[in-house]
């Protein structure tokens, strides 16, 4: 009776329980816990080995040597194999088994108890915090190298101050050896001057159960004293207060000295703006004006609060404020740079006019806007004056040119019929005179003379009609050879050789009529001019200057003339510099007229006898 019913609790204990007997380890009482972890018909009497189950070959290899040698054996957290809730994809429980030897009255082994206890959650428990721990190690060497690899010194201390870790970077810093005592060390690298207020807040934070941030000197190892940024957090773990704090140390010496120098800038900046006689003011990015200096206070009577943030539109005469302000907008819109002439009302209500320029400067704060108002009513006034004076003078200097023009050729007719009569006086009248034929040359000489300075002087006052002609890009070898055509016959007649080179400087950006003008009256001189002993040699060559501008020279062997004045005389009209050779004495003078309008000059060097050399600068 007994016997069944300790058989009957046996068998419905949740650990496995089976019994092996013989050396065959045949299968005896095996109770429900164990038939599950066997999985398979467990026949009483049938070896072990020929139903074996879930049971590896290895485990019942020791169970053959257990029988054997009579000693227990306990394997923990054994692994078997258990179908998963998807096919195909097993499991893993895991158990303790005891293997205990079973014996007769006289100690000769029986078979076999085989005691499983399932353990599966324990094992994964334990798998898991293994896991957890090899990943915390991980993370926390992850952690160090990433602190003690970043340019700062990490830190961590405790409630009372003590320095439980320092990274290696305060030993770099600070040249201290790795032995150093931290909380004894630490606080005498700090600057005298910052070491009592840095002692004081972090004592302070850390009664509090705050953290801290605050900047101070730290001695370096060369002995340099270099502003720092200590930052510290509490580790908290509520609720108990905070027992550790963890924070960084980093140097902070350039940005605190560049923001030093910003700041300096700044002042030194705004000194300067209010020391202009000119309103500044800057605006935002939408346009809005956020300063002005001490002289838009000065000139407006106003200050910046009345001004504004529109204060200098609303300064503007009202007739012109609603223009500016449209340009102003389109401008803030478009980043174009502003600017506009209009008339500004002073503190004594005066409107006076200025010039208003405005640009954007864009950077890592944004945009800005920059602008000045600049008074220059004076120089406004002054140019209308002076642009009145121009026009009346412009408007004379017309009239005068029209009336020589007229009246050079109103005293032609005169001419023509003194002409005329002196031809008949001469055919018909007769008089007794031993100088007769001499007084007739000398009148006929006086009417061709005059006839000459008539048509030089019409021709010069139409030259100088063409000195505002426009420019274009003309060819000097073409233009040379027009005006030589022109003077073929001249060229003819002095036996002239010619030596053209203008490939130096092969065109020019100037006036038609202006330079056949130049050309014409400086190769009509070199021939008039030729010496009457040899053959006229002319050289005309083209150059670029020393600062890059084409220069023409025009040389000749001819009579050559005395400068009264240096290598850059003054022509003047109806100047003539040898009286022996015919001529008006206008042809240098309007060389020289040209040259002076279109910003050049002329530069001249002769020997009496020799020649003459003309160098035409252009443009300088």
Not at 129 to 153: F, Y
Not at 179 to 201: C, E, F, G, M, S
Not at 240 to 264: I, S, Y
């Amino acid at each position: 009776m007994h016997d069944h019913q300790l058989q009957s609790i046996l068998r419905h204990m949740p650990a496995g329980i089976a019994t092996l007997l013989g050396p065959e380890l045949r299968y005896g009482l095996v109770n429900e816990a164990m038939q599950e972890l066997l999985g398979s018909p467990t026949p009483t009497g049938e070896p072990l080995a020929k139903h074996p189950g879930r049971l590896a070959a290895d485990l019942l290899e020791v169970m053959q040597q257990v029988y054997s040698s009579g000693r227990p054996y306990v394997a923990k957290a054994y692994a078997v194999p258990f179908p998963g809730s998807e096919k195909g994809t097993p499991t893993k429980r895991y158990f303790d088994l005891a293997l205990e030897p079973l014996t007769d009255d006289h100690n000769e082994p029986q078979g076999l108890l085989l005691f499983a206890v399932d353990v599966t959650g324990q094992e994964e428990a334990r798998q898991r915090a293994h896991e957890l721990s090899l990943e915390t190690r991980r993370l926390d060497a992850r952690l160090r190298v990433l602190t003690e690899t970043a340019p700062q010194i990490t830190f961590s201390v405790d409630a009372q101050g003590q320095y439980e870790y320092v990274s290696p970077q305060w030993y770099y810093f600070t040249g201290q050896p790795p032995k150093a005592d931290l909380n004894a060390i630490w606080p005498l690298l700090i600057h005298p001057d910052d070491r009592l207020r840095v002692l004081y807040q972090a004592d302070a934070a850390r009664e509090a159960g705050i953290g801290w941030s605050f900047e101070y000197r730290m001695r370096r190892h060369d002995g340099q004293y270099r502003w720092m940024l200590s930052r510290a957090l509490p580790e908290l773990h509520a609720p108990n207060k905070p027992v550790f704090w963890h924070g960084a140390v980093t140097e902070v010496h350039d940005q605190r000295e560049l923001a030093e120098a910003l700041r300096r800038g700044e002042t030194e900046l705004r000194f300067l703006a209010d020391s202009i006689p000119q309103l500044i003011w800057t605006a935002t990015a939408e346009g809005f004006i956020d300063y002005y200096n001490q002289h838009s206070a000065d000139y407006t009577g106003l200050s910046g609060q009345e001004l504004g943030p529109t204060g200098w539109v609303a300064l503007l005469d009202p007739t012109e404020q609603a223009a500016a302000a449209r340009r102003w907008v389109q401008c803030v819109a478009s980043g174009e740079e502003y600017e506009g002439l209009y008339r500004m009302r002073r503190h004594d209500g005066q409107y006076r006019w200025h010039i208003i320029r405005a640009r954007q400067l864009a950077d890592s704060r944004g945009p800005r806007w920059f602008g000045a108002c600049t008074d220059v009513d004076d120089q406004h006034r002054l140019r209308q004056v002076l642009q009145t004076q121009y026009d009346e003078l412009a408007r004379t200097n017309r009239d005068l040119d029209t009336f020589v023009y007229t009246a050079s050729h109103d005293l032609k007719q005169p001419l023509f019929n003194l002409r005329g009569l002196f031809d008949e006086l001469r055919r018909t009248a007769t008089f007794q005179d031993p100088e007769q034929e001499v007084l007739l040359e000398m009148v006929d000489d006086a009417l061709r003379q005059l006839d000459r300075t008539l048509q030089e002087l019409a021709a010069t006052v139409q030259d100088q009609r063409e000195l505002t002609a426009p420019t274009e890009e003309l060819n000097l070898q073409s233009v040379v050879e027009e005006v030589l055509l022109g003077l073929r016959t001249q060229v003819q007649e002095a036996q002239a050789e010619l030596e053209l080179d203008l490939t130096a400087a092969p065109t020019l950006l100037y006036g038609r009529a202006n330079l056949r003008s130049v050309l014409h009256n400086l190769l009509s001189n070199a021939l008039k001019f030729a010496h009457p002993d040899r053959p006229a040699h002319i050289r005309v060559t083209s150059s670029l200057s020393a600062t890059g501008n084409a220069q023409l020279l025009v040389q000749d062997n001819g009579l050559g003339m005395e400068l009264r004045h240096g290598p850059s005389p003054a022509f003047q009209l109806f100047e003539r510099q040898n009286p022996q050779v015919a001529g008006a004495g206008v042809g240098l003078y309007l060389v020289q007229r040209i040259l002076d309008s279109g910003g050049g000059h002329l530069e001249v060097t002769s020997t009496v006898g020799q020649g003459t050399t003309f160098v035409v600068h252009w443009f300088e």
